[in-house]
Every structure is written in C-alpha cells, then in structure tokens.
C-alpha cells in the first residue's frame, strides 16, 4: 500500500533562518507531488507541484521553493524565512495519470511558527 | 478562473443533529467537486466527490449532490456524531494534474 510521511511535524524558526521540510511517498511509481500552505483562518493555497523528478511548477510567487531530487521524494526550502511563512504544510501525491480524479493523499503535516 | 466558497464556521451542533455545510462553485468547463475532511491533528483525507451532474456522491452517512444549475455541492449528513468534527472543505477539478482549487474550509463542532 501507498504511504506518504513528511517530516518534522512541528518547527520553531527565527525569521531569517533557512527551511526544509521533506516529503517522501512509498508504494507508489512517479507520482505528482505538491505542497501546500494553510495558514491560520484561511484555505488551502497550492505552493507548488511536480510530475516529475527536477519538474517543478510554482503557483504562487513567495519566499519558497521546492525541489525533487527523486522520483518519491519533495522538498520545501527557503533561504530567509519570513513571519508571513508561519503556517501548516501539507504535502500530497496523487495517481500519475492526473486527469479529474482529484483524490490527492496527504501527509500528516507540518506545523512551522516563525518568531 | 476557478473557485469555491463555502459557509463560514465554526458550525456547533448537537449530537444526532442534521448537518448542511454549503459549497458554490465557480468554474470554466465542467469540474468535479469533492469534499476532503481533516481531523484534529492530521491531513487531509477525501471523503466523497461527483464527477458529473447530478451525481451523488456518498460515504459514512455523508452525502453530496453536484447541482450545475445552482454550482453547488452541498454536504450534509442525518445524524451527526461527537467523532464527526473535524474541518471540512470543499474542492474542485477542471483539468488534468489533480490541482484541486479548494474552499476555504468549514470547521464542525459536535457536542453531546
């Protein structure tokens, strides 16, 4: 079966200081991967999203990026974090195939407070 | 371009209450609508979606009806439980990749 773990789950940052957070699926061949925000009282935003290793798409401009260095591992980086990052991240994969499926699977999520 | 709106929260109900939670859409072409649902503490998990109109879609005693003549998808639920709050929102898909445009969430708080 299918897992997907994203790591850590909870993060203190100074602003200025530098991210990462990662992503890896199990079970499952070239899936597209993504990464969202929800920050406090608002929706989710799309960040990002791959279908393939080193094939990133970014949605909304900001202070971060990604990266797939593999085919089942994603990353979110930034170099200077702002407060403005602060937030929960999810990450997600879904089937390859795209199309109007939309079930997307997600980590359990990663909790980043910037002070 | 694409988006959802659904009602604001939090929604406190009684157990065994009858819950709507109402999502209007605005889309380009014809989407599908799904509704996710996250629990305390974790991710998000799918919880049922309509590919076309008039499709119904259903499951733990949730149901959901994708109306195109009113862009709407509403969830909604007989009898709710303690076990059942959560935050739920509303998605939608025009195109391929799985770049789902959601809601901005519903929070369901339900009491004994």
């Known amino acids: 079966s299918q897992t997907i773990h994203q790591w850590p789950a909870t993060l203190v940052q100074p602003v200025g200081s530098p991210l990462s957070l990662e992503c890896t699926v199990e079970g499952t061949s070239n899936p597209n991967l993504y990464w969202y925000r929800q920050a406090a009282g608002r929706g989710l935003q799309l960040l990002f999203y791959?279908?393939?290793?080193?094939?990133i798409s970014s949605e909304v401009p900001q202070n971060l990026s990604a990266s797939r260095p593999q085919d089942r591992q994603f990353i979110l980086s930034s170099k200077k974090l702002l407060l403005s990052d602060s937030g929960f991240y999810l990450c997600?994969?879904?089937?390859?195939?795209?199309?109007?499926?939309?079930?997307?699977?997600f980590g359990e999520g990663s909790r980043l407070t910037v002070l | 371009g694409n988006s959802v709106t659904q009602m604001e929260g939090p929604v406190t109900l009684s157990e065994e209450a009858f819950l709507t939670i109402n999502c209007t859409y605005t889309a380009t072409g014809y989407p599908s609508l799904f509704w996710y649902v996250q629990y305390p503490g974790e991710g998000l998990q799918l919880l049922l979606k309509a590919t076309k109109a008039d499709d119904k879609g259903s499951n733990k005693g949730f149901e959901a009806t994708y109306r195109k003549e009113t862009t709407s998808f509403h969830l909604e639920k007989g009898s709710v439980q303690v076990s059942d709050s959560a935050v739920y929102f509303c998605?939608?898909?025009?195109?391929?990749?799985?770049?789902?445009?959601f809601g901005t969430g519903t929070q369901l708080k339900v009491e004994l």
């Open positions: 997600a994969w879904s089937d390859e195939t795209g199309g109007y499926n939309g079930e997307l699977f």
């Open positions: 998605a939608l898909n025009t195109g391929g990749g799985n770049k789902l445009t």
């Open positions: 791959s279908v393939g290793i080193g094939q």
